[in-house]
């Protein structure tokens, strides 16, 4: 039978397949020519990349195209096996749109059930800011989360062009959301080397790392990131795509496992990236050699890492560990 799976890094809007954004970009007579070509989304590298995700985001105008685009994702992934995933979502681009904090998360958390009444997988959602929007729109999103208690809602992450603002000025943000008792995580270590996850471990408690793949870079660092049980949430096909590393030969996947850090497989943008859930899990065994014992060990990972209620985590784990 085939593995289970847990994902606990993939950016909402990012998941939209090219056709659903397709269909709603004709029903608000919308143009993305410039974003998907032959069914395919276009972009040559982080920051084309990034802008494509803005523009695609665009044609979720409503909550209930959000309610859809959640119940799409969740229900796909259940199809692959999976029995927990964590969800990004962002105010910033909802707001764009002219949709609310509270229909927002709503409509995810309903898009969540409705999947979760039809296949039994789990999800939740974490509310992020956008790095290169800068400290003051994160602050907003903090409090905005703070302020809305949602029990679907659990977790604060930043997204974005790492390369932008001082990790330390988001400090506040993460506070607020820290004691509003979400599960915190930030993506660095991406297009930013070992200091960049550094910083975000002195600054903002983060328990999990958004890549964190060049952490590899340092020696000291992966030391500590073993120490301190911080979970890197690696997005193998994402970094290959990107042009972070040249191969999945010279990814570091393998080293970071043997290294003793916690690793986690994850799609991150799925159809930007010309990936799935499965596709990630296929890799580590057949790019990076992984038995299933090993990969059964990253989805437990995932699942410890999760940020999720204790019943629901022992539950997930119970089924992990009883599937054959
Ligand atoms: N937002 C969506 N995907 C991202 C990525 N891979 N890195 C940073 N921000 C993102
Ligand atoms: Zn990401």
Redesign the pocket.
Known sequence: MSLLKAEIHC?IE?AADPDLVLRLAQKYDLDMGNIIKDGKYIWSDFTTF?QA?DRASSVFKTPDDYRLLTYNYFSKLAEQNCIYGEIFGSSDHAAQMGIGYNGLINAMAAGIEDAKSETGIEGRIIMTCVRHLGPDAALSVAELIADNPHPMVTGFGM??DERMYDVSEFAPAYSIASDAGLGLTA?AG?FAGPESVRDCLDYLNVTRIGHGVRSIEDANLIKRLRDENIVLEVCPG?NIS?GVYDGFDKHPLRKLHEAGVPVTLNS??PPFFHTTLDREYELAKTDFGFDDTTINLFTRNALEAAFVDEPTRLKLLNQLETHS
């Open positions: 950016h990012g990034l995700y997204g974005g993506h991406e994402s990107l991150d943008d």
